[in-house]
Every structure is written in C-alpha cells, then in structure tokens.
C-alpha cells in the first residue's frame, strides 16, 4: 500500500500560519475519522498532536489543529514558533485494518 | 510515567535473524495494544505491525508479512518484533508505540538495525 501524500517540505515566519495536507484514498482516510498527526524531532520519540481527525491530547497546544475534506485531512499551526520545526507525519486507520503513514513533511521556521 | 525502552538492535548480516524487545513501565502493560514503526535512514515512518492485548490477535503491513513476528509477554511487560531474512532494506530506526484504539499514543526512541 503506497504511503500518504504529504509535501515534502513548508515554510514559514515566526508567527505565522502553515498548513500541511495528507492526502490518501477513500480506503484510508476519506473511509474513517482516524486521521492522527505526529511531531518528530530527529533523535526523539514522535509525538501525538491530533488525532481522530481533529482532537488534540491536553497537554499539546492550541495552535495545532486538524482537519479533514473527503480525502485529504489536513493540520495547520498557528503562531509559528523556532521549535515547531520538526518533521510532521499524518496517519490513517485503513480498510485492512492496517495503519498507513505519509512521506512526511520537513517544516522550515525561517 | 510511561517508558517503552526498545533494545536488541545492532549490526547484522544479510540473511541472519534478530529479535527486538520493547519494555515497558509506569503502566499496566497488558491493558494496551501495541505496534512497531521503522523509519530508514532519510526517509519516513513506516508502519509495520500491531498486536492486541493478549496477542491473539496481530496484523501486518504486506511489505512485511511473513518475515516479521510480533509477539508479547504480558507477564513481562515486554513487547517483541521477530525479523527473519534480514536484508539491506531493514536497516532503520525501530519504535514501538503503545495506542489507543484509533491512534499510537506513547512511542519508544527507538533502536537501530544494519544490515550490512
């Protein structure tokens, strides 16, 4: 099963707001609410920041949050800070009953 | 508070075998399922396995059925990953990550496989 689609890389100023989108198939993401979201620091444990779509874990600020259109889930993050940048992954539950990641996304905080 | 520590990673050789262990602690161990991720180097995450609560149950991805076992002992709080036919494609950073029923909640740092 190929991976989710996800650019390979964003920017974006101090402050800002990006978004990264996720786009799969209606087998994966467009067939179930189980969209989560992943912040990895090289060297680190990944970290949950949203999952079922749009549900975020407490202790995970507010500037992160999800979305989901038909196929394509996609997570913005607000306010912008030096440390968001990280590489960000989506996932999806699956119709065989497997979990899918994307390619992952190199965010870039200029 | 939750550790999953991940070991049994190293340097093997092309065909050979290796058996990844996952401990965990500050939890009750045998409540949650469990899967194992791997991220190549320079590349990304890449789902392989999970296994439910008692290990009655497991899935994988295709890429991996029939080489790869998932396996636990709830008795020792350990989660395992069996990799047979090693080959240069399986050299990767290897996570286990415990979930909640729609996503992988608490993840390990990972332990390192090369096969060369």
């Known amino acids: 099963q190929s991976a989710l689609t996800q650019p390979a890389s964003v920017s974006g100023s101090p402050g800002q707001s990006i978004t990264i989108s996720c786009t799969g198939t209606s087998s994966d993401i467009g067939g179930y609410n189980y969209v989560a979201w992943y912040q990895h620091h090289p060297g680190k444990a990944p970290k949950v920041l949203i999952y079922d779509v749009n549900n975020r874990p407490s202790e995970v600020s507010t500037r992160f949050s999800g979305s989901k259109s038909g196929n394509t889930a996609s997570l913005t993050i607000s306010g912008l800070q030096a440390e968001d940048e990280a590489d960000y992954y989506c996932s999806s539950y699956t119709s065989s009953s497997t979990r899918l990641f994307g390619g992952g996304t190199k965010l870039t905080v200029l | 508070e939750v550790q999953l520590v991940e070991s049994g990673g190293g340097l093997v050789q092309p065909g050979g075998s290796l058996r990844l262990s996952c401990a965990a602690s500050?939890?009750?161990?045998?409540?949650?399922?469990y899967h194992w991720v791997r991220q190549a180097p320079g590349k990304g995450l890449v789902w392989l396995s999970r296994?439910?609560?008692?290990?009655?149950?497991?899935t994988y991805a295709d890429s991996v059925k029939g080489r790869f076992t998932i396996s636990r002992d709830n008795a020792k709080n350990t989660l395992y990953l069996q990799i047979d036919s090693l080959r240069a494609a399986d050299t990767a950073i290897y996570y286990c990550a415990r979930s909640t029923a729609t996503y992988l909640e608490h993840w390990g740092q990972g332990t390192l496989v090369t096969v060369s």
């Open positions: 296994i439910n609560s008692d290990g009655t149950s497991t």
């Open positions: 500050g939890f009750t161990f045998s409540r949650y399922w």
